[in-house]
């Protein structure tokens, strides 16, 4: 969930009139004061993409085990009046990349906060997808960050020269261990699933390479020392066991009864609270989880909206409709799973909506939300919901 923290991000945003306390970047120079030399940062992986409130892109490297900060100069305020619509994204892109629309693919998908433009992760690698279960980064590596103007155009974002700050993942998980069922596909890939900004904090969910893998990461920013990582661990209705390797996929820092939360969601589609307080430095930490939502589904996206003046919760799914959580029923259900369910669905109970074919997920502006949808006839196409309609 996005919530109006006020800093400031290098010169541009000290231009832009924003107040608060001046983050430090180094420009990214390799130590040599020759403008031809300065270079891009290293990025082995754009496995997530989440922004700060006032602009800053946090790219998630699942491979190099770290996440980057970055002034990506786009502080001009925007605005959304009909939504933003582009039918075959993938054609359009392929062709601004020199390639053919059946080797594009999307990892992932944010909107800035200020400009209300949209951002893609982008990979060339498409033509492996050959399994419902696998996910972009298992199969290829985004090296091509993409923004969509207000008025529809794509234009790649060069990193040359920009200012950043890296942070380092405690522990990642070890590239050399493998999936238990996805053959063939390394977990460093899982290293970052998801990433929330929330109360001068960045939250990281993944792997690390701690007996019990599924962590959460929780770094100061601006960055300054070392990740705090802690690990997790579930009860799994569907499969009637306790996890503890199964990384959270989506997740929302949320106040729940003035308490700062997590809520978050797994494969499979367990829906689980963890307190904010007790993800402490090295320790383990088991959820609450209080709703089996539907097994044979990854929960893709999750964010938070308002109707009617009252807070919402959208989930975006692969396999699934797209749910709206009411945060008040979280607040009031007083029971948790332990034990494998009788029924598909068991718990918090959720509102099925239509929205097939989704795979990435954001708020655009109050009145709409931006998604990727796959349609009936192949195409992916962009397209904005309505918040009202949820």
Not at 32 to 47: F, L, Q
Not at 83 to 93: A, F, M, N
Not at 362 to 369: K, T
Request: include cysteine; hydrophobic fraction near 40%.
């Amino acid at each position: 969930m996005k919530r109006h923290i006020v800093f400031s991000f290098g010169l541009a945003l000290l231009a832009a009139g924003l107040l608060g306390s001046t983050v430090t970047l180094a420009q990214n120079s390799e130590g040599t004061e020759n403008a031809e030399e300065i270079r891009a940062p290293e990025i082995h992986s754009m496995s997530a993409l989440a922004f700060g409130p006032e602009g800053v892109l946090f790219i998630g490297d699942s491979k190099a085990g770290a996440v980057l900060a970055i002034d990506v100069g786009d502080s001009e305020p925007g605005e959304v009046k009909d939504g933003l619509s582009i039918k075959d994204i993938e054609t359009k892109i392929g062709a601004a990349l020199g390639t053919t629309a059946d080797q594009v693919m999307i990892h992932d998908l944010a909107v800035h906060p200020v400009s209300r433009k949209v951002y893609l992760a982008v990979s060339r690698g498409r033509g492996k997808w050959d399994s419902r279960w696998l996910l972009p980064n298992d199969i290829a590596d985004a090296s091509i960050l993409l923004r969509i103007e207000n008025d529809g155009s794509i234009r790649e974002v060069s990193l040359l020269g920009v200012e950043y700050t890296r942070a380092a993942l405690a522990n990642p998980v070890d590239a050399a261990k493998t999936h238990m069922w996805k053959k063939g596909i390394s977990l460093r890939a899982d290293t970052i699933t998801d990433m929330a900004y929330a109360d001068e904090t960045l939250f990281v969910a993944g792997l690390s390479n701690e007996e019990f893998a599924s962590t959460m990461w929780r770094i100061p920013f601006p960055f300054a020392g070392e990740s705090a990582a802690t690990t997790l661990e579930i009860f799994h209705g569907a499969h009637g066991a306790f996890e503890t390797h199964a990384p959270i996929r989506t997740f929302v820092p949320y106040r729940l009864k003035g308490e700062s939360h997590v809520l978050a969601s797994y494969l499979c589609t367990p829906f689980v609270t963890f307190k904010v307080s007790d993800l402490e430095p090295g320790k383990h930490v088991k959820g609450r989880t209080i709703a089996e939502f539907g097994s044979g589904n990854y929960p893709l996206d999750m964010v938070v909206y308002q109707k009617s003046g009252e807070d919402r919760l959208l989930i975006a799914n692969s396999n699934l409709p797209l749910m709206v959580v009411d945060p008040k029923s979280i607040e009031e259900f007083e029971g948790e799973i332990l034990e494998e369910p009788d029924t598909y669905l068991a718990g918090l109970s959720y509102e099925p909506h239509s929205g097939t074919g989704i795979q990435q997920l954001d708020l655009l502006s109050p009145d709409f939300f931006v998604a990727l949808q796959r349609l009936p006839g192949g195409t992916l196409d962009l397209v904005t919901l309505q918040t009202r309609h949820f």
